[in-house]
């Protein structure tokens, strides 16, 4: 990888994101650790959070938004007895709670916080805190609650599909969640303090999961610094059907056109209506163009690599000595490492 200045490098690194900056801050610094021309990110952690972020790099961001809909995993710590204004450790305490029966009771600690779990489980309705990032009129809402002007928000429909208490020492447990997109940890825990009638904040939060993307892939920025382990653009839709595409059919879809699912003779599975991803190969190895959707049998170009990229592929310009890491055979990028 080129050093000092910016580079055509395309993929993802998995960062174990450290508490204390924003996602955005945390792309930036992967960004300048690899050099790259261009980053983003699949979804954003609050400062205050921990854990899996995925930063894609190059050609990776046109298909970053297919993990944004993805399921997430995270481990958070509640303390009970406990409501803040912003419904985590940072905010100020506006509130404090006695619950109705004995807390010291391990069994009926355990009882009780088992008992919330059916209330909290598949589709549920929740409010977004106001100390969130969602815009109004352009702005986020956060940046008026600091001004100290409140809106009603209206709740939104999220979906629980999988909770499980880790632990438990009241005041404090820590809970396993996984959930759809948008759902917000702090207004669930909220609304678990609220049911136990002794409100409740977060005191930490850690993201584990992201779709099939799990934290034990995951670097921190200093290891990264050391050595990236920059995953194939692929990697972040591998639950997509894929076909295989000739030299030939490679440089129809490369100029635009469209081609017909049958004429490739190759896939008995029903991908009417779904997104695919395509290869060009030869021979061996297989090269990741991009994706296209199936409508009434026909391939119509959705995101491909940038036309730079697929001409060095097609061009035949590939070598042994250009391709040095084989983990990402996949990807076109690895011309660039």
């Known amino acids: 990888m080129r050093k000092g200045m910016a580079s055509m490098i395309d993929g993802v690194i998995l960062l174990d994101k450290p508490e204390g900056i924003s996602s955005q801050k945390a792309v930036t610094m992967v960004k300048h650790a690899c050099h790259a021309d261009k980053a983003g990110h699949t979804g954003t952690l609050d ?41 985590d450790a940072e905010g100020k305490v506006i509130a404090r709670g006695n619950v109705n029966f004995n807390s010291e009771n391990e069994t009926e600690v355990d009882m009780q916080l088992n008992g919330l779990i059916p209330r909290f489980m598949g589709k549920i309705k929740q409010v977004p805190p106001m100390y969130s990032a969602i815009k109004k009129d352009g702005k ?74 799990k934290i034990a892939q995951a670097q921190t920025h200093e290891a990264i610094e050391q050595q990236a382990k920059i995953m194939a653009v692929d990697s972040l839709i591998e639950h997509l059907p894929q076909l295989v595409l000739d030299e030939h059919m490679s440089l129809r879809i490369r100029n635009g056109q469209r081609i017909l699912v049958s004429d490739l003779n190759q896939s008995e599975q029903n991908l009417e209506g779904q997104i695919v991803k395509i290869y060009y190969s030869e021979v061996n190895p297989q090269f990741f163009m991009g994706i296209v959707e199936v409508r009434q049998g026909v391939m119509h170009p959705k995101r491909l690599l940038a036309t730079s990229r697929l001409d060095l592929v097609l061009q035949k310009v590939l070598s042994s000595n250009l391709v040095t890491d084989t983990s990402m055979k996949h990807d076109v990028n690895s011309l660039f490492h």
């Open 47 to 87: 400062p205050l959070a921990t854990g899996l972020l995925a930063v894609c790099l190059g050609e990776a961001t046109k298909f970053s938004q297919d993990l944004f809909n993805a399921d997430k995993t995270y481990i958070t710590t509640v303390f009970f007895g406990v409501k803040t204004e912003t419904g």
């Open 140 to 213: 986020p809402l956060y940046a008026y609650a600091r001004e100290g002007e409140m809106f009603d928000l209206e709740a939104r429909e999220v979906t629980i599909s999988h909770l499980r208490w880790v632990s438990m020492t009241w005041p404090f447990a820590v809970l396993e969640i996984k959930c759809s997109k948008g759902t917000y940890i702090r207004s669930l825990v909220s609304d678990m303090g609220e049911a136990l009638g002794c409100g409740a904040h977060l005191t930490a939060l850690r993201r584990t999961q992201v779709g099939h993307l």
